[in-house]
């Protein structure tokens, strides 16, 4: 049953209230495309019937394609929406709901070999199952990623970003807050940002913008709403 939150001194009886609870990167070196056991032993929040477990993947040099299989605590994981930059980068949100543990191996796997990988991982209580909006950006040369996003009332929007550019750079967001940059390499810029709405965001714009020129950039995001 979904109890009523007390939030900035309002009281929601219907709410979808996400939370970033863990990022991690990994650089393989040479290029593989299973990476089942290099993302174990993650946070994943507090246990719950309604827990919804997110997670942002975003891979880079060196093949092509997204993630064919992710499983979260050992429990199948459902795409939400992927972008891809053939031979480059690709981001991806994958879904599922976890009802037990706090802590998870997520394992992915990939069609094509992938040097670099990061995720974040994001829990949501409250929520319906599949996200409400989803919206991606590829860039095919230089400047920032940037989709418009609608987010429910009362919901929570995640996004996760992959491009190339100088090191170091740093990546500044817009629409949403910016939940830490992973960079596994020199050149392999990894960043995640989400947040939580009271209000209707309408086509919201949700930007990555790097200090230098990102260069073959993919930009994947999602939303969720409360449960009807």
Known sequence: MFMPIVQGGVTWSRIAIGALESTKGFDNGSGKTNFSGNFDGLAIGAASDDRIVVVGITGNHSGTGEPTSVTIGGVTATIAGSVQRTGENDSSMWYALVTTGTTADIDII???TRQVVAIAVWSIYGASGAPDYTAGHEGNTTGDATVS???PANGFGCAANSGGGPDPMSVTWA???GDGEVVARTNSNHDFSS???STL???LTVSATGSAN?????LATASWGPAE
């Open 214 to 218: 990102m260069t073959n950039c993919s």
């Open 195 to 197: 947040d939580n709405f």
């Open 201 to 203: 965001q309408s086509s």
């Open 110 to 112: 990939y069609t094509g």
């Open 175 to 177: 629409g949403l807050t």
């Open 149 to 151: 996003l609608t987010i």
